[in-house]
């Protein structure tokens, strides 16, 4: 299953290394450094599938040309220690194909890099098993004159954590509108609740890992990872709830070759597999979704969840069932009158105005973003002047939310069911207002099932728009 991967390195003199060199290789190109008059021959480089430049639209027609764009590099840095470019390498997850992978790329790179003034060379290379991609960015912003000055800004941890963040957020949306249900997630284990250890880097591949003798530094990582391998597999066969919550956290519903493959990546030997899948298969946690749905589903397509996320999902409807009876934040009729007369809300939008001031502690929306942007910007207006305290989910942790609180937050299509019903939870304890908003037009791209589209099923009164054709 795809696997969350994202590290950041800097290219530096300081070190010996070259620009011009670094593209080279990653892009198995042939590139000469002017600099040195040295030709950097990568061509013969193996597993190199597609390589692309994408730079800001203003930026001069030589961005496009890789030997040129790096040698600029070289030449427009004078000391000896310069940093001259960032390396970003990224995991590609394994469900998408190559176009899709691709695509996936030239998003996260335009909305986090190019956006910015950065110009990205990138490479995609496509083991099996192990597809990822080098993206080599410049440190300086470039515009139609060239090269400005450096962006001190770029450099720090909080860009990066960011840049992490992103990665994870716009994967698991490519993921879900091509079909899968798998999602990654950028915070360490610990963050996720999940009690397994972190595996170990190799950075070797297996071919050269069967090939005989390897460096010291590699001999100890494969070893170290063996250890916790093993300390997982003790951990699994003792507990096996442990291995449903990690999976289910990126799977929902997997299949047996899903529980197999995640099984003999945390197990040490085939013993120890064969005692892990045993003890999970016959947990009162494992529960098969055609018991669920009342149908018989052949043994080799069977589906699974976790007998928690179920529980998880049944607390949610719970919550919203009591929480959409109370009528703690209503707003009084008149009130809603003189709002409505104050503002030129299309009248498409005026029945989610209505249902969002109405009675409920509950709301489920789902619009286009521009008009989502519409309708909340109104409802902010009015519950401030309402005496409401509006908050947004990232000061749940804060401790501000109280019955006066409405708690919003947005692009829930891509929640897990976990988050959701987390949210639903603290709202509930405070007797605030809970306003979950989410994109109709992804919402309806994806070929996966969301637990916001069965919060939008089952939620009564939730807004969501007509169905309408996919362009």
């Given at each position: 299953?795809?696997?969350?991967?994202?590290?950041?390195?800097?290219?530096?003199?300081?070190?010996?290394?070259?620009?011009?060199?670094?593209?080279?290789?990653?892009?198995?190109?042939?590139?000469?450094?002017?600099?040195?008059?040295?030709l950097h021959n990568y061509q013969g480089k193996r597993g190199v599938v597609h390589a692309e430049i994408?730079?800001?639209?203003?930026?001069?027609?030589?961005?496009?040309?890789?030997?040129?764009?790096?040698?600029?590099?070289?030449?427009?840095?004078?000391?000896?220690?310069?940093?001259?470019?960032?390396?970003?390498?990224?995991?590609?997850?394994?469900?998408?194909?190559?176009?899709?992978?691709?695509?996936?790329?030239?998003?996260?790179?335009?909305?986090?890099?190019?956006?910015?003034?950065?110009?990205?060379?990138?490479?995609?290379?496509?083991?099996?098993?192990?597809?990822?991609?080098?993206?080599?960015?410049?440190?300086?912003?470039?515009?139609?004159?060239?090269?400005?000055?450096?962006?001190?800004?770029?450099?720090g941890k909080a860009v990066l954590l960011q840049w992490r963040s992103a990665w994870a957020e716009i994967?698991n949306q490519h993921l879900a509108c091509a079909g899968h249900g798998v999602r990654i997630d950028h915070?360490?284990?610990?963050?996720?609740?999940?009690?397994?250890?972190?595996?170990?880097?190799?950075?070797?591949?297996?071919?050269?890992?069967?090939?005989?003798?390897?460096?010291?530094?590699?001999?100890?990582?494969?070893?170290?990872?063996?250890?916790?391998?093993?300390?997982?597999?003790?951990?699994?066969?003792?507990?096996?709830?442990?291995?449903?919550?990690?999976?289910?956290?990126?799977?929902?519903?997997?299949?047996?070759?899903?529980?197999?493959?995640?099984?003999?990546?945390?197990?040490?030997?085939?013993?120890?597999?064969?005692?892990?899948?045993?003890?999970?298969?016959?947990?009162?946690?494992?529960?098969?979704?055609?018991?669920?749905?009342?149908?018989?589903?052949?043994?080799?397509?069977?589906?699974?969840?976790?007998?928690?996320?179920?529980?998880?999902?049944?607390?949610?409807?719970?919550?919203?069932?009591?929480?959409?009876?109370?009528?703690?934040?209503?707003?009084?009729?008149?009130?809603?009158?003189?709002?409505?007369?104050?503002?030129?809300?299309?009248?498409?939008?005026?029945?989610?105005?209505?249902?969002?001031?109405?009675?409920?502690?509950?709301?489920?929306?789902?619009?286009?973003?521009?008009?989502?942007?519409?309708?909340?910007?109104?409802?902010?207006?009015?519950?401030?002047?309402?005496?409401?305290?509006?908050?947004?989910?990232?000061?749940?942790?804060?401790?501000?939310?109280?019955?006066?609180?409405?708690?919003?937050?947005?692009?829930?299509?891509?929640?897990?069911?976990?988050?959701?019903?987390?949210?639903?939870?603290?709202?509930?304890?405070?007797?605030?207002?809970?306003?979950?908003?989410?994109?109709?037009?992804?919402?309806?791209?994806?070929?996966?099932?969301?637990?916001?589209?069965?919060?939008?099923?089952?939620?009564?009164?939730?807004?969501?728009?007509?169905?309408?054709?996919?362009?």
């Amino acid at each position: 299953m795809a696997i969350y991967h994202l590290s950041a390195t800097v290219v530096s003199r300081g070190r010996g290394q070259s620009a011009v060199a670094a593209a080279a290789y990653r892009c198995g190109a042939v590139l000469r450094d002017t600099r040195f008059g040295v030709l950097h021959n990568y061509q013969g480089k193996r597993g190199v599938v597609h390589a692309e430049i994408l730079a800001p639209a203003a930026a001069p027609r030589w961005a496009q040309n890789r030997e040129e764009l790096w040698n600029r590099v070289e030449t427009r840095e004078s000391r000896k220690d310069a940093q001259l470019a960032r390396l970003i390498e990224v995991g590609l997850p394994v469900e998408l194909s190559a176009d899709e992978r691709v695509a996936l790329l030239r998003d996260f790179i335009s909305r986090q890099f190019v956006a910015k003034g950065m110009i990205a060379d990138f490479a995609v290379r496509g083991e099996a098993g192990n597809p990822h991609a080098h993206i080599l960015l410049t440190l300086r912003r470039v515009d139609a004159q060239g090269f400005g000055p450096k962006e001190r800004g770029w450099n720090g941890k909080a860009v990066l954590l960011q840049w992490r963040s992103a990665w994870a957020e716009i994967a698991n949306q490519h993921l879900a509108c091509a079909g899968h249900g798998v999602r990654i997630d950028h915070r360490t284990l610990e963050a996720q609740q999940i009690e397994l250890m972190p595996g170990r880097r190799i950075g070797a591949g297996r071919i050269r890992r069967d090939q005989g003798r390897l460096p010291a530094h590699l001999v100890d990582r494969i070893s170290e990872q063996r250890r916790i391998a093993n300390d997982n597999g003790d951990m699994i066969v003792l507990d096996p709830a442990v291995a449903l919550r990690a999976l289910t956290h990126q799977k929902p519903v997997f299949s047996q070759q899903d529980l197999e493959l995640f099984l003999r990546a945390r197990t040490g030997s085939v013993e120890q597999f064969e005692r892990a899948l045993r003890a999970v298969t016959l947990s009162a946690d494992l529960v098969a979704v055609d018991t669920i749905e009342g149908r018989l589903a052949d043994a080799r397509d069977r589906q699974f969840t976790s007998r928690d996320l179920l529980e998880a999902q049944e607390s949610l409807l719970r919550r919203a069932g009591a929480m959409s009876a109370r009528r703690g934040h209503a707003i009084p009729a008149e009130r809603l009158g003189a709002a409505l007369a104050a503002r030129s809300l299309p009248v498409a939008l005026r029945g989610a105005f209505e249902y969002l001031t109405g009675p409920g502690d509950f709301k489920v929306v789902a619009l286009s973003r521009d008009d989502n942007a519409t309708v909340q910007g109104a409802m902010r207006e009015v519950w401030t002047a309402s005496q409401f305290d509006v908050i947004d989910a990232k000061s749940i942790e804060a401790g501000r939310l109280n019955r006066h609180g409405v708690l919003v937050i947005e692009d829930c299509q891509r929640m897990r069911l976990k988050d959701l019903e987390r949210a639903a939870s603290v709202a509930d304890q405070a007797r605030a207002l809970l306003v979950l908003w989410g994109d109709a037009v992804e919402l309806r791209a994806m070929k996966v099932a969301s637990p916001f589209q069965s919060l939008l099923e089952r939620t009564p009164l939730a807004v969501s728009p007509k169905p309408a054709p996919l362009e």
